[in-house]
């Protein structure tokens, strides 16, 4: 599970007043909000983006178990000795877990958000993580995996640009987006503050930061984990959703709400179908980022009726996806595939992805062309093509191409 902010660090707005230009100075009405180097604000609300140097470290702990206390112990030593090394040329503002699949209980990904110039963090990188690292007395090793400075103007429309994309195909009815928070952030915000679920007032800071975005139907107040709470949007243009999503995606909220409460959080949000987000958030599912795995490309220019997805996105949300006529994951709906019809399975192989294809059908599963064994999995590459219904005269075709995404 991901867990923003284990280790609280300096608030961002230590490091840099607010009217400091950064990289391309001040520029107007990016994504709803007024930047000016790296920060994002806007008049009506406190709250601020900020958008760091993101670092991604890959972390190994030996003989490990799924709530080995060495984790935590881990997350500080790094986070400290990151802290130690900046030397007063820039800020941890925090450090996390991003999410990681089942099954791999000795191997996690840790992410590091740093406000600091890109060459402090080049130099950093070469002074000190140019090799893996040791800690916790040679128990656990550490690697810099990859850097992203968030606020690059390349790239600042961008840097989840490919996800962004991704997440567009899936053609969201009531466009939602879900926001994890510290509960003391929403402290008398909700109008029912006992309530699991609670609509926000009007005119909170929070409201008025989300319709920077665009006009929302709804915003509420979804309690999850102790301390923890969700803010569930559904706003009435998609474009709003997704232009929110870009915004934060990758960044970090400012918010000096009380002085006994941490004013620097890593953002942790998701773009999907409001009802979706609603129904995994009272399941008592965590809230989740997507790193984007594999792309299915839907092939032919005749899709059968009804329409199956033109692309199916399979992130790291999950480790299984249910392909078939409903009740899963992927809605192909088509003729001739089965109620659950196969399982994508995708797992960590190193720092790359791997996807494999069970067939669960009556009619079959094909790949390249090859029908698969009942019950057999077969590993995916790149370009292969996979068909979910029989290749036979008067039967529309149902192929997808593999398509994995860097």
């Not at 595939?337 to 994508?344: C, D, E, G, N, Q």
Request: proline letters at 8%; glycine letters at 8%.
């Amino acid at each position: 599970t991901c867990q923003p902010s284990n280790v609280p660090f300096r608030g961002a707005g230590d490091a840099v007043p607010m009217n400091a230009a950064g990289p391309g100075g001040a520029r107007e009405g990016l994504q709803g909000l007024c930047w000016e180097g790296r920060w994002g604000a806007s008049k009506s609300s406190p709250i601020c983006v900020f958008a760091p140097y993101l670092v991604l470290l890959e972390a190994a702990l030996g003989d490990s178990i799924e709530a080995d206390p060495r984790w935590h112990q881990l997350l500080e030593a790094v986070g400290s000795s990151l802290c130690a090394e900046l030397a007063g040329n820039g800020v941890l503002a925090a450090v996390h877990w991003k999410p990681r699949q089942a099954g791999q209980s000795h191997r996690r990904v840790m992410a590091a958000l740093i406000l600091a110039d890109p060459a402090v963090c080049h130099t950093l990188r070469q002074q000190h993580w140019s090799r893996v690292r040791r800690f916790l007395r040679d128990q656990a090793f550490v690697r810099w995996k990859d850097g992203l400075d968030t606020a690059d103007p390349e790239r600042s429309k961008g840097h989840c640009r490919q996800l962004l994309d991704a997440l567009q195909l899936r053609r969201v009815e009531s466009p939602g987006f879900a926001l994890e928070l510290p509960v003391e952030w929403l402290e008398g915000m909700a109008e029912k503050p006992h309530a699991r679920c609670s609509a926000v007032r009007a005119q909170c800071p929070w409201e008025r930061f989300f319709q920077h975005f665009g006009p929302l139907s709804l915003l509420e107040r979804v309690l999850t984990e102790p301390g923890r709470a969700v803010l569930l949007a559904c706003f009435q243009d998609p474009a709003a959703a997704e232009a929110i999503y870009e915004c934060l995606a990758g960044r970090c909220l400012y918010f000096p709400w009380r002085e006994t409460c941490t004013d620097c959080f890593p953002v942790l949000c998701a773009l999907r179908d409001y009802d979706t987000l609603k129904a995994q958030l009272y399941r008592q599912e965590q809230l989740q980022d997507e790193e984007p795995a594999y792309l299915l490309r839907r092939l032919g220019e005749r899709p059968p009726k009804p329409s199956p997805p033109e692309a199916i996105l399979v992130t790291s949300s999950r480790g299984t996806w249910r392909c078939g006529r409903e009740g899963v994951e992927i809605s192909l709906r088509a003729a001739h595939v089965s109620k659950v019809h196969a399982v994508l399975e995708l797992s960590r192989q190193g720092t790359s992805w791997r996807l494999t294809v069970q067939d669960l059908s009556t009619n079959g599963t094909w790949v390249n062309g090859k029908k698969l064994s009942p019950q057999e999995k077969q590993p995916l590459t790149r370009n292969d093509q996979i068909c979910f219904v029989p290749p036979a005269n008067g039967v529309e075709p149902l192929v997808y191409e593999v398509v994995p995404l860097p």
